[in-house]
């Protein structure tokens, strides 16, 4: 082949492969979501994951007028990570027929679609398209409003917050929950977030609402935290989870008396997990000789607080879903956990290398300012969280919400 040769779209040898490309990179976007803020994943597992949709997406681009047709035809699907997938390799081929696929679908797509593109777009690239978003966020429909003005704030554009105070009051939840977002990104709105994360009828937008104040550094937010935790309510789990991750050494008792609540569930040992102080790591510990859900979720958390894995596994039986029926033994899950004897003496062993520390993760002190390499990626989102609350961290949302 010299300089003068045409170059020509290379022949597919498999017909079928950009479907198993996209198939792949739907697992992998799915996967992705629920690694990046995992209490049992690590920052090198999401890297992997990262390689393997770049090298999916690769698959895609080699032959466009084969991939093109199938991704418009999967922005019509209702599974939002297919969609997510489809539309985030159509802003990667770019060109005016793909983004005008990607745009036909935040503006008149099922809900499905209009969360899978928004979920593509706030990742990027989004450049080219930017301004014909900023056209979508002035229609009348409020969906498609607050959805292009997440993305816009998302890429930079402070502006849209102008819109913030009427659609946190919105009725619909969606709304609600696509301005918390758009508050977090904007790092505005603070005042306006306290009712949502107080009382909203959604826990999803109260959960998002509190992620935007912490991120805001919100002053009133420790002290609804506190307040939640007197209480000690199973209705205000998020914000069990936030003040966890937030709290103080005066707080100590605050989170002590949490996990001590056995009508919270299960739950409660993740908060321990989070706050991380030898105190509560006593407290998974002595959870340990129990059975069922909340030995589990203590093993969990002892482990992932002390980063101890003392000798072979204690298996227990949960209890089979509610609709399992006359075979309910067949679908009965089953978990692992340390066994307590050999945890207990570890710890014993250990113990009084805790005591120099403040909040622990995988036996790593995460409350000295970067979170460490080693620590677990919920770990890791709570330490940049816990950071920027205090005013040590300066790093950007994009940054926090692993898509820089």
């Known amino acids: 082949m010299n300089a003068n040769t045409p170059t020509r779209e290379p022949r597919l040898l498999v017909a079928d492969l950009p479907a198993e490309h996209l198939d792949d990179l739907e697992y992998l976007w799915d996967r992705r979501e629920s690694t990046r803020r995992s209490p049992e994943r690590f920052a090198a597992e999401l890297a992997d994951v990262d390689r393997r949709m770049e090298a999916n997406v690769a698959g895609l681009l080699v032959a466009p007028s084969v991939s093109l047709p199938l991704l418009e035809d999967a922005l019509a699907a209702k599974e939002v990570t297919l969609v997510a997938a489809a539309a985030w390799t159509l802003l990667r081929l770019g060109g005016a027929r793909a983004e005008a696929a990607v745009l036909a679908a935040l503006e008149g797509g099922a809900p499905p679609a209009r969360e899978g593109v928004r979920a593509a777009l706030v990742r990027g690239p989004a450049a080219s398209l930017l301004e014909r978003v ?22 930079g554009d402070t502006g849209v917050a102008r819109a913030l105070p009427a659609w946190l009051g ?166 692992f956990t340390p066994d307590p004897e050999r945890a207990a003496a570890t710890w014993r062993a250990h113990r009084e290398s805790f005591a120099k520390g403040r909040r622990w993760n995988r036996g790593l002190d995460v409350d000295t300012g970067a979170p460490p390499a080693g620590a677990d990626l919920a770990a890791r989102a709570e330490a940049l969280l816990r950071a920027r609350f205090r005013g040590t961290w300066a790093g950007s949302r994009r940054e926090y919400e692993a898509l820089g």
């Open 134 to 155: 900023r056209a979508l966020a002035a229609t009348p429909d409020p969906l498609v409003s607050v959805t292009a003005a997440e993305v816009l704030a998302a890429h």
């Open 170 to 335: 919105h009725a619909d939840a969606a709304v609600r929950l696509a301005a918390c977002r758009i508050a977090a990104w904007c790092a505005t709105g603070d005042a306006a977030l306290e009712p949502l994360a107080r009382a909203d009828a959604d826990p999803a937008v109260r959960a998002s609402a509190l992620d935007a104040a912490a991120w805001m550094r919100a002053p009133w937010l420790l002290a609804l935290g506190r307040e939640r935790a007197r209480a000690k309510s199973p209705a205000d789990a998020p914000v069990h989870a936030l003040f966890a991750a937030l709290a103080e050494p005066a707080d100590a008792k605050l989170i002590e008396a949490l996990g001590a609540e056995a009508a919270l569930g299960p739950e409660r040992f993740g908060w321990l997990a989070s706050y991380g102080s030898a105190a509560a790591i006593e407290a998974c510990l002595a959870a340990l000789a129990g059975d069922g859900p909340d030995a589990a979720a203590a093993g969990l958390a002892f482990t992932r607080t002390t980063g101890f894995v003392p000798g072979p596994a204690r298996r227990l039986a949960l209890a089979a879903p509610a609709d399992a029926g006359p075979d309910a033994a067949e679908f009965a899950d089953e978990a």
